[in-house]
Every structure is written in C-alpha cells, then in structure tokens.
C-alpha cells in the first residue's frame, strides 16, 4: 500500500512538473511573438539596395537636387523608412503625380486608380505607409516616390540621428551588355554616397 502511495504521489508531481513547463513554454513563445509584432509595428518598410554591383553598373548622369520642403504644406502625408532614412511627401504631390502620369500614359489605368483611392481615402486618413501597398500598386508607388525624389518633393531625415537631409544625389543607372541584355532605372543617395532608394525602370 505505501508503495502504491509512492508510485502516485511520484506520478502525481510529474504531471504537475510538465503542466508548468508546457505553461512556462507556452508562455515564452507568447512573450517572442508579442515582441516580434511590437517589432514589426515599428518598422514601415525596409528597402533593399539597389541590385547593379559596382562592377557592373554604369552611372549615366547624376545631379544633386534639394528639398523644396522645410515642412509639408499638407498634413495628409506617405511615409517610406529604409534602413538609412525615413522620407516623407504630401500626400496631395502623390495624387497630383499619379494624375499627371495617368494623362501622358493611358494606358496606365492602375495609377488613376491609385488617384481616385488616395483622393477619397485621404479625406479619413492623415497617414499612408509605403509599406501597406502591395503587388503592382507597390511598383507605381515606388515608381511615383522616385519622380517627387527628383522633383525635390521631400522631407528627408536621417534614422540614426534624425538630421534633415537637404538635398541628395539623383542618378540615371545602367547596366547594359548588348542588345537585349541590359536593366537600367535610378538610384538615390545621400551626400556620402550611401543609397537609400532605387527603381529599376527598363530591362530589356
């Protein structure tokens, strides 16, 4: 009778032991997935530099163009965040350029959409992430951010110490091996030469 007693009393506190574990186990992944969501909350997108090794690319021409902006007219803005900088536009320039590109390109039909969506979202919204668009509408986002980086349509700061950057360095970039064998597009750097924003605007 004792020894039954032992052997339950044993099997008793095993299965208490692995309740909390399962519980403290359980809880750990809890505590990682919260933290990766904070973590994902707090970045709007990460942009990748842009693909041409130094190799291999050609910079056609390069200019340097200042901000326009010391503050956004508007308060409906777009926000982009790469690894180096976080850049804002009004909203308002955003709409306007998909409007014009609409006009020289019919064809273009998704960026009258895109207009149309910003204009009637805009009057609910005060803020629009680079990151919440997706698959095409991502494209000509990407494509209509580049044209306002070089209108100078920009407030741009650095992420590591918040400083505005006044102007930066628009290129033209090619890497072109013959015919039917090329990529070209643009390329966006700070005064340093670090690149912060890319497109890839022709392949052929």
């Known amino acids: 009778m004792k020894i039954s007693l032992i052997i339950f009393i ?14 403290s186990s ?3 992944e809890k505590e990682s997935l919260d933290t990766q ?3 994902d909350d707090n970045d709007l997108t990460i942009i990748p530099f842009w693909p041409a090794s130094k190799k291999e690319h050609r910079i056609l021409k390069q200019g ?15 926000r982009l965040r790469t690894e180096l900088v976080e850049a804002t ?3 308002q320039d955003v709409i306007e350029q998909f409007d014009k590109s609409f006009k020289e390109h ?3 039909k998704c960026d009258k959409v895109l207009a149309e969506r910003l204009r009637k979202e805009s009057d609910t919204r005060s803020q629009f992430l680079y990151s919440e668009f997706s698959g095409e509408d991502n494209e000509r986002v990407r494509f209509c951010i580049a044209d306002l980086l070089e209108q100078g349509k920009f407030i741009i700061t650095l992420r590591s110490n918040n400083n505005i950057v006044a102007e930066i360095i628009a290129c033209e970039w090619s890497n072109y091996r013959g015919p ?4 070209g597009g643009r390329v966006f750097n700070i005064k ?3 690149t912060f924003f890319w497109t890839v605007d022709w392949i052929s």
């Open 106 to 108: 019919p064809n273009l």
């Open 180 to 183: 039917l064998d090329g990529i």
């Open 26 to 28: 359980i809880s750990s």
């Open 37 to 39: 969501i904070k973590s």
């Open 192 to 194: 340093d030469g670090r």
């Open 89 to 91: 536009f009004d909203i």
């Open 64 to 78: 340097i163009v200042d901000s326009q902006y010391t503050t956004i007219p508007g308060s409906k803005l777009l």
């Open 10 to 23: 044993f099997i008793l506190a095993s299965l208490i032991g692995c309740q909390k574990e399962s519980s």
